[in-house]
């Protein structure tokens, strides 16, 4: 209960709110029992990526869920401008101070942008997984792929369910 109390206490004093977000790329913000946040609007697979689909663009990321298991994230590698990717196939590598993951693209396309801050400060990803610690821009080759992915509620309930299996 006292988690629970420093966990709202915490997104009072920063201004987060469970129905809004201020920012041109979250939707409404919420925080699951695990108290990793997990964002409404968004698909997410079973690897811990998240997708924001907005027209012809899908910007894809690391969950927070992820990023908090990984720890401390010191090294991205991440693929060039206008190569593909393919649904559930490795895009990129993640280096914490724990170990180095894989990256997997939960959609396939074209990558149109790729996150060049994250050469420079890859602790964004621990900081912004879903604002600034972005990774890629894709241009969906199948955007029926995107259909197969877990919503918030679905998202938070698989992290549940995983946390306490170990």
């Known amino acids: 209960m006292a988690l629970r109390m420093w966990a709202s206490s915490t997104a009072n004093a920063?201004?987060?709110?469970?129905?809004t977000s201020k920012s041109h790329l979250l939707p409404a913000f919420s925080?699951?029992?695990?108290?990793s946040s997990v964002l409404e609007g968004l698909k997410y697979?079973?690897?811990?990526?998240?997708?924001?689909?907005?027209?012809?663009v899908a910007t894809i990321g690391i969950t927070d869920h992820a990023q908090d298991h990984l720890g401390e994230v010191v090294f991205v590698e991440l693929p060039e401008e206008k190569s593909s990717v393919s649904k559930e196939?490795?895009?990129g590598a993640v280096e914490s101070v724990?170990?180095?993951?894989?990256?997997?693209?939960?959609i396939s396309g074209e990558v149109i942008e790729v996150n060049?801050?994250?050469?420079?400060?890859?602790?964004l990803i621990n900081s912004s997984p879903y604002e600034d610690g972005w990774?890629?821009?894709?241009?969906?080759s199948n955007p029926a792929e995107l259909e197969t992915l877990m919503g918030s509620k679905e998202y938070t309930k698989f992290c549940e369910e995983e946390d306490a299996a170990h």
Not at 14 to 19: A, E, I, P, R, T
């Open 116 to 123: 060049t801050k994250l050469t420079d400060s890859p602790g």
């Open 45 to 56: 697979a079973t690897s811990h990526e998240w997708v924001k689909h907005d027209g012809s």
């Open 135 to 140: 990774m890629i821009k894709v241009k969906p």
């Open 98 to 106: 724990k170990a180095t993951s894989e990256i997997l693209s939960p």
């Open 89 to 91: 196939k490795n895009f």
């Open 31 to 35: 925080i699951s029992r695990c108290f």
């Open 14 to 19: 920063l201004k987060l709110s469970s129905s």
